[in-house]
């Protein structure tokens, strides 16, 4: 069984249920918080933001994207010659699967969708050795929602870590200034969340209704880069924790005055990114460019699924119990990429390469929850046209190639519905087309 909220769609909703009907609903809602909750994240921080930052593999800490840096590096912002205007789309197929009892399974994931659009527009007119500062705005969304909030049984097979976690809004805007070699950058990134109060209320015998708010969550970041001329650029990242609840109450009520329901709550973590820092180096080598970076993600800090279920009177023992801890794992994701260009008159290319490992968070499933998850290899390809004589217009496209890991995992009891062993196994392939126009 699952209980799925549906999609939050981009009006604000309020609407009245009457009757038996309404409650019954409530409560089924209701008993769904007794499940686990899927936390997910922003696609950029799962894939990379925009065609080059996909063929990097999520490269570009040390690099001028455009509106793109403004979810990786905000200070890079500073170092934009010129304003553009991005226009893109990008697309993630999943295929997962896992084997229990010598049987495979494979496991249901729709595609993964989203429309970008971004704009970077210098303040101060760069120059190289004196003050230079820019402005962007980035944003990637589904388009048929803002979020989503996913409740599967314990039990459930799952990949909360991978499946879901670029199907949520990707909005930022960001500052860059320097001068110099040098450059400093904030920026403020958002999710959206869901909360409900008053559900299924009774005054006076009548119910009250159900109202849904679509809320805003902020996450800031900031950034540092260093242009050392020949020696390469430096770049550092920072982006804080950003979390995005899925908050709905159930006050106390009656069934035909006869069954009294004690107040509930509906709580859980729609979307969830770690604090992230990046590092990263590059350099040129003639027509090359050699870029080698590593993120550091303290999975360690992920709060876990929801709050008890049951609000209790003051003195009062009731509550459900608290789920266990999610214990997952810190990890460190390292990754090297490379570019080549190729100049001609009216008319330059570029091709990238990119690779990096990410280690899986989720710990092995021991126990009866089977939220799974893996290592990853990542491989990025990439080009760029740039119709240098004719328009200011550069054709962007990416394709990224995760590989998991087979992964094993020993249940303690054998005689479980998945056991002794389960064995998960899967690959997800990302598309980005891009087109920048220079302003």
Same mark, same amino acid.
């Given at each position: ?69 403004? !979810?990786?590096?905000?200070?890079? @912002? $500073? ?5 553009? @205007? ?29 429309? /970008?659009?971004? /704009? ?22 589904? %388009? ?5 909030? #996913? @409740? ?15 199907? $949520? ?13 040098? $450059? ?19 005054? $006076?015998?009548? %119910? ?5 708010? +679509? @809320? ?35 006050? %106390? ?60 009177? %003051? ?13 997952? #794992? ?64 550069? !054709? ?40 920048? +126009?220079?302003?």
């Amino acid at each position: 069984m699952l209980a799925s909220p549906r999609p939050v769609t981009r009006q604000r909703r309020r609407f009245l249920l009457v009757g038996r009907r309404a409650r019954l609903g409530a409560l089924v809602l209701a008993g769904s918080s007794l499940l686990g909750a899927g936390a997910r994240a922003t696609p950029s921080a799962v894939f990379g933001a925009g065609p080059r930052g996909i063929a990097l593999t999520g490269g570009g800490t040390s690099l001028p994207l455009g509106p793109e840096s403004v !979810l990786v590096n905000p200070a890079e @912002l $500073a170092f934009e010659p010129s304003p553009s @205007l991005l226009i893109g789309l990008r697309a993630s197929d999943y295929s997962l699967s896992y084997d229990a009892g010598g049987t495979p399974h494979a496991y249901p994931a729709e595609l993964s969708k989203g429309l /970008v659009i971004g /704009v970077s527009a210098p303040l101060v007119r760069p120059s190289k050795d004196g003050f230079h500062a820019a402005l962007g705005l980035f944003a990637e969304t589904p %388009p048929d929602f803002l979020v989503r909030a #996913h @409740l599967p049984l314990a039990e459930e097979p799952s990949f909360p870590l991978l499946v879901g976690r670029a199907s $949520a809004l990707n909005l930022a805007v960001g500052l860059g200034g320097g001068y110099g070699p040098f $450059a400093f950058g904030a920026g403020l990134e958002v999710l959206a969340t869901l909360s409900g109060r008053d559900v299924v209320a009774s005054a $006076a015998g009548a %119910p009250s209704g159900v109202s849904d708010e +679509l @809320l805003p969550a902020f996450g800031a970041s900031v950034g540092g880069s260093l242009d050392l001329g020949a020696a390469g650029r430096v770049g550092l990242a920072f982006r804080s924790t950003l979390r995005a609840d899925f908050d709905v109450d159930v006050a %106390p009520t009656s069934l035909a005055g006869v069954v009294s329901i004690a107040p509930l709550n509906v709580q859980g973590i729609a979307q969830y990114e770690p604090l992230k820092f990046d590092a990263e180096y590059s350099r040129d080598f003639g027509p090359y460019n050699l870029v080698l970076g590593a993120r550091y993600e303290p999975w360690a800090a992920f709060p876990g699924w929801r709050a008890a279920t049951i609000d209790c009177p %003051p003195g009062v023992r009731c509550g459900t119990p608290l789920p266990p801890p999610a214990g997952y #794992h810190d990890v460190i994701v390292p990754r090297a990429g490379i570019e080549r260009s190729f100049d001609a008159r009216s008319v330059s290319f570029t091709a990238r390469l990119g690779y990096s490992f990410v280690p899986s968070a989720i710990p092995e499933q021991r126990g009866s929850s089977n939220t799974f998850d893996a290592a990853r290899h990542a491989l990025g390809v990439g080009y760029r046209v740039r119709l240098t004589r004719y328009l200011p217009l550069d !054709l962007d496209g990416a394709w990224r190639f995760d590989f998991l890991a087979d992964r094993g995992h020993h249940k303690d009891d054998p005689t479980g519905p998945l056991g002794p062993e389960v064995t998960t196994h899967g690959k997800i392939v990302t598309w980005s087309f891009g087109v920048r +126009l220079g302003l």
